[in-house]
């Protein structure tokens, strides 16, 4: 129990910072840091309203409230899929792509400085063992114990 | 990077779990459920706003949002403090406290069956040495390294 709330303020202490640091520098709040990386990790640039709210862990309409503000912003545009009449994608512009490409200094500095500088190799390497177990999908039996 | 990512996928699968069980189970989503356990484990139940938003980890207009949410569900009522004029309690009602008494069967659960039970002893020794580091505050040197 301990263990789990220490979880959960690393999380909110981390993000704080992280996201005061992207507001401060650049007046964008860390989830529409995170569609802005997403698409532009995707082919094309784009990506299915559906799979970017799975990729960026918000619901449908978290997701639609956010791409509706990106692109009054300019920085994301939508399209319709031309495979599936009823769906849509989201795209990264190019000015998004600037935008982006100017946030990510500061964002990848402060994972450095809040996270990264903080932990050994050995600390990382643990870290990312526990988290693997922790995302097991329940049944599927680990490589450990194939 | 990956350990960052690994890091923030645990955080949004486990709490995304937790919500789940107790929205099917009792209605109540999982900031409420912070908010009933804070009060209740402080004196007299009560705890100034301010302090409330910092436990819980949620900006003054998220609380008073909440707040105003679980006051008109009966969970808690708000109370001036008789020692400073302009500053507000939150109050745990008994019925906030019989709500919290029954979700909090589900919440324990779901941590063991999320988080606890799928590390051994060794991993939580681990993990809470890792957070540590994470949380400890910037220039302030550790007990080890004094």
Same mark, same amino acid.
């Given at each position: 129990m301990q263990a789990w709330r220490a979880f959960l303020r690393a999380h909110a202490v981390l993000t704080r910072n992280l996201e005061g640091d992207l507001l401060r !520098?650049? !007046?964008?709040p860390l989830p529409s840091y995170d569609v802005l990386v997403q698409l532009v990790e995707s082919p094309e640039r784009k990506l299915r309203m559906t799979e970017l709210a799975d990729a960026v862990m918000l619901s449908r309409s978290g997701l639609t409230r956010l791409v509706d503000r990106l692109e009054r912003e300019g920085l994301v545009v939508r399209e319709a899929c031309l495979t599936d009449g009823r769906g849509l994608y989201a795209v990264l512009t190019d000015a998004g792509y600037a935008r982006l490409r100017e946030a990510s200094g500061t964002h990848l500095r402060g994972i450095q400085r809040w996270f990264a500088a903080r932990l050994g190799s050995d600390d990382v390497a643990a870290l990312q063992r526990i988290l693997g177990r922790l995302l097991e999908e329940p049944g599927q039996p680990s490589v450990l114990s194939a």
């Amino acid at each position: 129990m301990q263990a789990w709330r220490a979880f959960l303020r690393a999380h909110a202490v981390l993000t704080r910072n992280l996201e005061g640091d992207l507001l401060r !520098e650049h !007046e964008l709040p860390l989830p529409s840091y995170d569609v802005l990386v997403q698409l532009v990790e995707s082919p094309e640039r784009k990506l299915r309203m559906t799979e970017l709210a799975d990729a960026v862990m918000l619901s449908r309409s978290g997701l639609t409230r956010l791409v509706d503000r990106l692109e009054r912003e300019g920085l994301v545009v939508r399209e319709a899929c031309l495979t599936d009449g009823r769906g849509l994608y989201a795209v990264l512009t190019d000015a998004g792509y600037a935008r982006l490409r100017e946030a990510s200094g500061t964002h990848l500095r402060g994972i450095q400085r809040w996270f990264a500088a903080r932990l050994g190799s050995d600390d990382v390497a643990a870290l990312q063992r526990i988290l693997g177990r922790l995302l097991e999908e329940p049944g599927q039996p680990s490589v450990l114990s194939a």
